[in-house]
T-cell receptor, first 116, second 112 residues
């Protein structure tokens, strides 16, 4: 049973460029969340996708956008990259029933983005 | 901003010793979770404790939750070198439905 897979694992971009990161959730999961983790910090919630819609959003600018596909996989797009966007981007999947509390999240290994 | 704050920021112990780390949070929660992260890799879920629970065990892990003090502790007994990692608490605030807020973590080093 494949867990959460993310691609690419590492990438280098320059300021002003755009990047797309991809995530396939664990089998049976329908919800994907994205987190940004700067060096030495804890993960920061970016947004969550369920039923192909953004359901929750953290304190991130509109340069950060996402998408969820019918097969539950997801993309994170970041436009107009800044040096401060350099971080480990983590995708987490879960199965959340409507009205229930958050349970365990399954994380991928992350995509490490370096902006020069 | 981060909901949880772990204490201490770093902890160095020898194999066989116990490791204790604490987490404080600010708002009312549905549950609190602890995760482990090995050197810049993905996070691994360790244990979840619900707001109406006070203590929970899983193998060598013991978690306590005091909602009146808005704090939790994670105890790892009989530490092994393989326990070397960063440990994060994460809270699921009431009404957030699926948004976990993580602390900055405790970096634990276990030496043989």
């Amino acid at each position: 049973d494949a867990g959460v897979t993310q691609s690419p694992t590492h990438l280098i971009k320059t300021r002003g460029q755009q990047v797309t990161l991809r995530c396939s959730p664990k089998s049976g999961h329908d919800t994907v969340s994205w987190y940004q983790q700067a060096l030495g910090q804890g993960p920061q919630f970016i947004f969550q996708y369920y039923e192909e819609e953004e359901r929750q959003r953290g304190n991130f600018p509109d340069r950060f956008s996402g998408h969820q596909f019918p097969n539950y996989s997801s993309e994170l797009n970041v436009n107009a990259l800044l040096l401060g966007d350099s971080a480990l981007y983590l995708c987490a999947s879960s199965f959340i029933s409507r009205g229930s509390n958050t349970g365990e999240l399954f994380f991928g290994e992350g995509s490490r983005l370096t902006v020069l | 901003s981060q909901q949880g704050e772990e204490d201490p920021q770093a902890l160095s112990i020898q194999e066989g010793e116990n490791a204790t780390m604490n987490c404080s949070y600010k708002t009312s929660i549905n549950n609190l979770q602890w995760y482990r992260q090995n050197s810049g890799r993905g996070l691994v879920h360790l244990i979840l404790i619900r707001s109406n629970e006070r203590e929970k065990h899983s193998g060598r892990l013991r978690v306590t939750l005091d909602t009146s003090k808005k704090s939790s502790s994670l105890l790892i007994t009989a530490s092994r070198a393989a326990d070397t990692a960063s440990y994060f608490c994460a809270t699921d605030a009431q009404g957030s439905w699926g948004k976990l807020q993580f602390g900055a973590g405790t970096q634990v080093v276990v030496t043989p």
